[in-house]
């Protein structure tokens, strides 16, 4: 006679899953929000730093990285996205990101910085803080960066820029050029960041920054000067006003190389500046109409 298994063998699954322990059972399914969606887990997952790093990982990382990658690391004025940096993903206490930071890269927009080894630990702390998902988690937009106090910040403004800048010269209706708050902020702290800079809907220049330039000087003397297109340890590539592009190989301090950068007083202001004289000086240059 033949046997029906199946009815038997349902029995028996049936009798071992309910006499289970319930710690053995197989693991509860998380229940789905309204939507029916279920956010995957931020990755990559950093043990937490302790809140004193974090608060001077965001204050390094406030004055001297804000304004191209972004108050929340999302990317700025010509600045990549941090949080989907492979360098920056796969970093742990700062290990991997000590050679951008330290030797910048100039092709790029980016200054080096002389941080010692604990502050670039703490930005990279501050940086590992942000999760990182498919979807808005990271984002931390502010109501209103407008939080500063304007006659401090004219007062700031006198101390720190008006030896260049002039609200009645060249910073004439600065604030009605420049309406977004956000970026009248990062275009004053470093105008043309990254090489990008703010434009206008005809899309000409809002603050005509002029280009980085170099000279290079060999051994014989002779000069050679144009736009600097790359510089490393290795090379220096500059663009001559034909459009010729020369190399140059770099062994130490030969060739002599002199880059003309236009924003070198804007990058060695950058450390010089508190929190709060940011926020001061914003809260004036939206005044100036």
Sequence with gaps: MAINWQPLTLTIFAAFVFTLPLDAQAPAVPARPAGG???PPAYPVHPQAPADVLETGKALYGVNCNFCHGSDARGGEGGPNLLRSELVLNDKNGENITSVIRNGRLDQGMPKFAFTDKQISDVAAYLHNFKVGGYDI???TPLTILVGDAKAGEAAFGAKCASCHSVTGDLK???ARITDAKLMQNTWLMPGGGGRGPRAADGSSLTNVPPTTVTVTTAS???TEGLLGRIDDFIVTLI??????RTFRRDGA???VEIHDPLQPHKDLMPTYTDAEIHNITSYLVTVK
């Design 37 to 39: 969606f279920v956010r």
């Design 254 to 256: 030969a060739p002599k």
């Design 138 to 140: 990271s984002r931390m």
């Design 240 to 245: 001559s006003v034909d459009g010729t592009q």
């Design 221 to 223: 003397g002779e000069k």
């Design 173 to 175: 209706g600065f604030g």
